[in-house]
């Protein structure tokens, strides 16, 4: 056997990730907001793109929500120099020079499936392990800084709008107290640092004792700070524990006795609803028991959430739909939310003739390239956002015409099979989406669910019927006829709905709803302090 070497010539296929097709898949599973955040970035890093800016000061924003249903889409017309990216087109079909725009925007479903495209001295043990606890002449801590106001709008960087619309926060709010209650620095200094042990609902997240070893302070020293702070208000801060901080709001309403400090040793009775437990343990009659507990509910469990609320970003629409006259249903990508950027080639002309170096070429060339395929990547998206909705609202007419009752299962292959894409494909579309219907909105993944067999060879129910079944049942319950998991199992099958005990306690205990023996105490409850509350 001999060896030798020789040269052969083969041809193949790979199927290669390049550093723009990565872009694409990843640009088609952001959210709205992280689209905006990325296309600023570039914005910022890229010379020759440029956001196109609508003409009309009184445009619609994303916040518009309620006018949607006026707004069919917007005219913008684009520089003759210059690509538009899928925002940038016009997605009602006109002022566009490619065919392939036209009626993107907007597409007419029809549900039988007809489509038109559309804190050094106090405690030294205590400085020498953290120096970062040193206080100072004034007797404040390196670690605990004093927020104060001030009233001097003379400032260059002075905004009275700043002032006019921020709010108080608790810790802001407990400062303040502090100043005026407790007048030795030492005090004070503990103070802040259990204002900063503080949660946003009020309570104090620690243990006095290692707390007072940690300072290097005497735990009577640290419980007598502790005591004064648990009179600021509001009423409750400091609390550590929810009945200690029912306790203190009862004694600043002078209404703390013997009984109801026993009733508060006993909230996990109130808790599971075992009301002859509760009146035993208290040894109240029902009257008084009711009468406590109408306290209690006038409480707040949680008194620091009355500052420093934190602001909750509201969902915003990817895609509208809406009922057409004639019972069809119209699909409009939410151009609002959709970037419009463009690709200045007025600009790269110009730059290019003053590039003399092939690293500046280099450099202007690129800038085009990652601009130009931005661009054709947002286009992309938007294609596949509008396709997939599409189908989705065929293949559930049945929800978006008469309800959550007719929703039907449905998984990713199914949509990817109809609209011919690929099932990791759907599923980064629908992953962050969110659809604005007559029925409010849903994130596209709500659409998706899993199959419950009919008892009568029929079609296959939705999962998400089920649950809506279910709640519908519990909410129909009354105190002397409380259904448990069994009953409701009896009620499904008569429904045509074939499903295990334990499936409806899973579904029940997704739904946070107790159980039929916790249900009955409830209602009990309730009709008991109804009834005490009438007479």
Known sequence: ??????????????????????????????????????????????????????????????SDEADYRNNSG????????????PGGADFTGEGTGDDAWLDLGKTDVDPAGALDTSIENVFPDTVASDPDMAVNANGLSNW???????????????????????????????EQQLTLALADPVERLIGRYLID??????YLRAD?????????APLEFVERVLETLQTFDPPGVFAR?????????????????????????NLHLVASHNLAGLRKAIDADADDLADMIADIKRLNPKPGLRFGRVDIQRVVPDVLVRSAADGSFIVELNTDTLPRVLVNRSYYTKVTKSAHSDKDKGYILECLQTASWLVKSLDQRARTILRVSEEIIRQQDGFFTYGVQHLRPLNLRTVAD???????????????????????????????????QSSEDGEAHSSESVRHRIKQLIDGETPKAVL?????????????????????????????????????????????????AAE
Request: with cysteine.
């Open 1 to 62: 056997m001999t060896l030798s070497t020789r040269l052969e010539l083969k041809q193949g296929q790979q199927l290669v990730m390049t550093p723009q097709l990565q872009q694409a898949i990843r640009l088609l599973q952001l959210s709205n907001i992280e689209l905006s955040q990325f296309v600023d970035t570039e914005l910022e890093r890229n010379p020759l793109l440029e956001r196109e800016e609508t003409d009309d000061p009184s445009a619609p924003t994303a």
């Open 74 to 85: 917007t005219d913008h017309e684009n520089d003759g120099d210059s690509d538009a990216a």
């Open 144 to 174: 605990a800084s004093v927020h104060q106001s001030t009233n001097n709008f003379s400032g260059d960087d002075s905004n009275l709008e700043e002032f006019v619309s921020s709010e108080t926060s608790l810790r802001d709010h407990l």
């Open 197 to 202: 042990l503080v949660d946003e609902a009020g």
């Open 208 to 216: 006095l004792p290692s707390l007072a070893e940690k300072l290097g």
């Open 241 to 265: 524990s929810l009945a200690e901080c029912l306790a203190i709001q009862l004694k600043e309403e002078n209404r703390y006795d013997p009984m109801i400090a026993r009733f508060l040793d």
């Open 418 to 452: 109809a609209i011919k894409m690929h099932e990791s494909t759907v599923s980064r579309v629908t992953s962050n989406k969110y659809m604005s219907t007559p029925r409010g909105i849903f994130e596209l993944k709500y659409f998706f669910t899993s199959a419950i």
């Open 484 to 532: 448990s998991d069994d009953k409701i199992v009896e009620r499904l099958r008569k429904d045509g709905i074939d499903i295990a005990r334990r499936t409806v306690a899973k579904y029940r205990e997704a739904m946070r709803i107790a159980s039929s023996v916790q249900r009955r105490r409830e209602k009990r409850m309730t009709e008991t302090f109804n009834r005490s």
